[in-house]
């Protein structure tokens, strides 16, 4: 399983910038996980495959570029953009996103071969199979509906919590599975700012390191989901804490499972 966080902030000279405003990451050029950056950053061949987009909540920084990827893809669509979501999700987007006022209903247009955007919603725990790729929902801790996923393909298994505060059930999941390759787990403020992370249900490095004290897995971490102002200082305790397979994600980078 091939993933990448695609970049969506860039320095002068046009390189990627460290600090990342928003949340798309797709998975073997296909599936997008997370729709922030979707539009502004996937490559020709991304764009071309990519017709599901899972979503784990409705944050703006995590949908950000859906409505520009299917407006791009309109007019060439030969089957519509599945946008999978939980209800509260996709009533999120139709009465605040797609409301015609904010951008066209999408889900109520046609190109001259049908449907442009179609939804389909899951529960948590429901198990989705995505092209190769199975995406089971699991329960995170955040302050609006919001899942984190188990993803398997054939020969690896990854999780990824998105936004959450300390979890429990995820855990439970994550410590289930017989063997986990990578885990993908949000640090959005450093410590000084636990109060803000507290009633925005985010995490601080110190309470990453009591989350992780949770897994039983000794698979690589990668941290995500890092507010960019704050990217400096999550940065440094992260290294603080000196966990040896703990690590940010790098934008644009391709990791393999
Ligand atoms: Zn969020």
């Given at each position: 399983?091939?993933?990448?966080?695609?970049?969506?902030?860039?320095?002068?000279?046009?390189?990627?910038?460290?600090?990342?405003?928003?949340?798309?990451?797709?998975?073997?050029?296909?599936?997008?996980?997370?729709?922030?950056?979707?539009?502004?950053?996937?490559?020709?061949?991304?764009?071309?495959?990519?017709?599901?987009?899972?979503l784990?909540?409705?944050?703006?920084?995590?949908?950000?570029?859906?409505?520009?990827?299917?407006?791009?893809?309109?007019?060439?669509?030969?089957?519509?953009?599945?946008v999978h979501g939980q209800?509260?999700v996709i009533?999120?987007?139709?009465?605040?996103?797609?409301?015609?006022?904010?951008?066209?209903?999408?889900?109520?247009?046609?190109?001259?071969?049908?449907?442009?955007?179609?939804?389909?919603k899951?529960?948590?725990?429901?198990?989705?199979?995505?092209?190769?790729?199975?995406?089971?929902?699991?329960?995170?801790?955040?302050?609006?509906?919001?899942?984190?996923?188990?993803?398997?393909?054939?020969?690896?298994?990854?999780?990824?919590?998105?936004?959450?505060?300390?979890?429990?059930?995820?855990?439970?999941?994550?410590?289930?599975?017989?063997?986990?390759?990578?885990?993908?787990?949000?640090?959005?403020?450093?410590?000084?700012?636990?109060?803000?992370?507290?009633?925005?249900?985010?995490?601080?490095?110190?309470?990453?390191?009591?989350?992780?004290?949770?897994?039983?897995?000794?698979?690589?971490?990668?941290?995500?989901?890092?507010?960019?102002?704050?990217?400096?200082?999550?940065?440094?305790?992260?290294?603080?804490?000196?966990?040896?397979?703990?690590?940010?994600?790098?934008?644009?980078?391709?990791?393999?499972?």
């Amino acid at each position: 399983m091939k993933l990448q966080l695609l970049p969506s902030t860039f320095e002068k000279d046009g390189s990627a910038s460290l600090k990342q405003h928003l949340a798309s990451f797709v998975i073997d050029d296909c599936v997008a996980l997370d729709a922030g950056s979707l539009a502004m950053s996937a490559t020709p061949l991304q764009r071309k495959n990519i017709r599901d987009v899972v979503l784990t909540h409705a944050h703006l920084d995590h949908i950000a570029g859906l409505p520009l990827f299917v407006d791009d893809l309109f007019a060439t669509l030969e089957s519509p953009i599945r946008v999978h979501g939980q209800q509260e999700v996709i009533e999120s987007l139709e009465n605040h996103i797609f409301n015609w006022e904010i951008y066209p209903r999408f889900s109520e247009l046609t190109n001259e071969n049908g449907s442009v955007l179609e939804y389909h919603k899951f529960s948590i725990g429901e198990t989705l199979a995505i092209k190769h790729l199975k995406f089971r929902s699991v329960s995170v801790n955040h302050k609006v509906p919001t899942v984190g996923f188990i993803i398997k393909d054939e020969a690896s298994t990854i999780a990824f919590t998105s936004d959450t505060s300390k979890m429990s059930e995820f855990w439970n999941e994550v410590n289930n599975e017989k063997s986990l390759d990578a885990i993908l787990i949000e640090c959005a403020f450093p410590n000084g700012l636990a109060n803000l992370a507290g009633i925005s249900h985010h995490l601080t490095p110190k309470a990453l390191e009591q989350e992780l004290t949770k897994l039983r897995h000794g698979c690589p971490i990668y941290v995500i989901n890092v507010k960019p102002m704050y990217r400096d200082s999550v940065a440094d305790e992260i290294s603080g804490l000196e966990i040896p397979n703990l690590s940010i994600l790098e934008v644009g980078k391709i990791y393999e499972w």
